[in-house]
């Protein structure tokens, strides 16, 4: 096993999730790229503290691979890794019909393999959307596919991972595609394979453990000093809409609130719901404190889950503060990779490159 430690850089690095996951499990994180400047914000405030991170508030368009290259790496300190989700709302399942298509976003993907083919990591790891899979967007990820191989590197076909069935309380499915340099020896399986599951498959497979619920989140008060410990301030009307929609699950049908562009419309019938704390949360999106976007109503109270509610549903531990306010809060976490998922797959690539993780 390697002594030395792995240095790794966050592509669009957001509030640093992927980072935090990295340095729980003993990587040195060398440098993060993030434009958002509450993102960066929040990143400064948790994960630069005592550590060597270079935190580049910039567009990653204008930024040179070569400049962090020179920046932050030499003959002794070498990339190993490059880790990124590259923004994904031109990919997003809630695109309709062919909007996305020409999403100029659509084209960072290809921008970060610009950083690999510069930085020459050991691996990558890439994170997006499933909507990154439909095929009126095949042609960004076959010019991804195209330009790593070019570049020499094997890339695993794209894997598509639920949160919840590694012991996350959230229901949340995401694509990684991980590219290993021919040079490199990666000797474990990838991806890692599911650690909990639903009752009936941990009844026929006693490997597995049942998933998390979302009432873990809820178990621990929250502290009343927590800069997060904040939700949406909801109207009168609107609270007493809740208070009619029934504890633990309830949707919005059940509380007889039915708004025009209800009538005609089947979908979205999370809106306005309560969580079920019985079962996996939902996923936590951008606007994961609001109500009117999907069931992110509190199981027991009346009103939108708190910021910190959101966190812990991505396994940001609650000494994790987020910079900029409920708005900016909530887009953090809800572009972030879970914490402890990302530590599930960066301790499977720790191993696979013979590196002694800390814990």
């Known amino acids: ?6 240095y790794c850089i ?14 729980n499990i003993g990587f040195s994180v060398a440098a993060a ?3 958002n400047r509450h993102a960066c914000d929040t990143y400064e405030a948790n994960l630069i503290n005592g550590n060597s991170t270079k935190l580049y508030n910039r567009d990653i368009l204008e930024i040179s691979p070569t400049e962090i290259l020179n920046d932050c790496f030499n003959a ?19 695109r309709i019909n062919n909007s996305g298509i020409d999403d100029p976003r659509n084209k960072l993907i290809l921008r970060y393999f610009e950083f690999v083919k510069v930085l020459k990591p050991r691996v990558f790891l890439m994170e997006n959307v499933p909507g990154i899979l439909w095929l009126r967007h095949r042609k960004f990820l076959d010019a991804f596919y195209e330009a790593g191989e070019k570049a020499g590197y094997r890339l695993m076909p794209p894997v598509t991972l ?15 595609i991980l590219g290993i340099r021919p040079d490199v020896e990666f000797n474990v399986s990838w991806p890692p394979a599911p650690t909990h599951g639903d009752i009936q498959n941990v009844k026929h497979n006693p490997r597995l453990q049942p998933w998390q619920t979302a009432a873990h989140v809820f178990e621990k008060p929250v502290d009343e000093n927590d800069e997060n410990n ?8 609107l609270i007493e809409v809740f208070k009619s929609t029934p504890l633990n699950g309830g949707s919005r049908k059940h509380s007889n609130r039915v708004l025009p562009c209800h009538e005609n419309h089947k979908g979205h019938q999370d809106v306005y719901g309560r969580i079920d ?3 996996p949360g939902p996923t936590m999106t951008t606007a994961c404190t609001n109500p009117s976007k999907g069931r992110f109503v509190h199981p027991t109270e009346h009103h939108g889950i708190s910021v910190r509610h959101a966190a812990r549903f991505q396994t940001f531990p609650d000494s994790f503060v987020f910079k900029g306010g409920i708005i900016a809060a909530s887009q953090q976490i809800g572009n972030a990779v879970p914490v402890k998922l990302g530590e599930v797959l960066l301790r499977t690539i720790a191993n696979g490159l013979n590196f002694t993780p800390d814990h």
């Open 76 to 94: 002794e300190k070498q990339c190993d890794i490059v880790l990124g989700g590259p923004p994904c709302q031109g990919f997003s399942i809630h």
């Open 277 to 279: 704390p019985n079962q």
């Open 230 to 237: 904040i939700h949406m301030n909801h109207t009168a009307e």
């Open 1 to 6: 096993m390697e002594n030395k430690p792995l």
């Open 33 to 35: 790229i993030e434009l």
């Open 162 to 176: 639920d949160a919840r069935d590694f012991g996350l309380p959230q229901r949340r499915k995401r694509i990684f």
């Open 10 to 23: 966050d592509l669009f690095a957001g509030a640093g999730g992927f980072s935090l996951a990295a340095q």
